[in-house]
């Protein structure tokens, strides 16, 4: 399973006025690594809680069809665009979206064949099955706000220590407080 972003976000959960507002920086010299930052810090809460903030499209890959359904691996999912698999040739053949059914809203997002179905044909590669998905909440406007909030201190937190503070590997309390329960379970 290999899971590739298609289109990053339009803008950004916070923006730079947002960011240099919390941080009572009143120039913009600062604005590309500040830009940086929340960029940086958005991806690793994505990642940390296995959501997508703002509007993006995915592709995840299979090498075949499995028993159970297809668990999307991100949340909030906004709709399943396409469902293709590779033919003896290497040409991806979309299958018709009423042969399956989506579960957008389920933890975890789900995609099946639907009853009476059965998966068309297996695969004839290695990552031969391609979901094409598009998850987040949306426009920045509406990302929660304590995902906003968790962005905005942990950029925060990495412009005033601009060197390795800790272990690195974990956040800092206010930020794991504030993510804490939009983590998604791994499985």
């Keep these: 399973m290999t899971l590739m972003l298609i289109t990053g976000p339009a803008e950004e959960p916070v923006t730079l006025a947002e960011a240099r507002a919390h941080l009572r920086i009143d120039g913009t010299e600062e604005d590309a690594l500040l830009g940086a930052l929340v960029t940086a810090a958005r991806t690793a809460l994505e990642a940390e809680t296995r959501r997508a903030f703002v509007t993006q499209s ?33 040409a991806m053949v979309p299958l018709d979206p009423a042969f399956y059914e989506v579960d957008a809203k389920g933890e975890p997002p789900r995609i099946a064949a639907k009853r009476g179905q059965a998966w068309p044909m297996p ?37 005033e220590n601009r060197e390795p503070v800790g272990n690195g590997a974990q956040l800092p309390l206010t930020v794991s407080a504030l993510v804490a329960r939009y983590r998604r379970l791994h499985l």
């Design 58 to 90: 995915w592709r995840l890959l299979l090498d075949d069809w499995p028993a159970k359904p297809i668990r999307l691996p991100l949340a909030p999912v906004q709709a399943v665009t396409a469902v293709t698999v590779a033919t003896m040739s290497g």
């Design 123 to 159: 695969a004839t590669r290695l990552a031969g099955i391609a979901v094409d998905f598009t998850a987040g909440y949306g426009a920045s406007s509406a990302v929660p706000a304590p995902l906003k909030q968790a962005v905005l201190l942990l950029a925060a937190h990495w412009f």
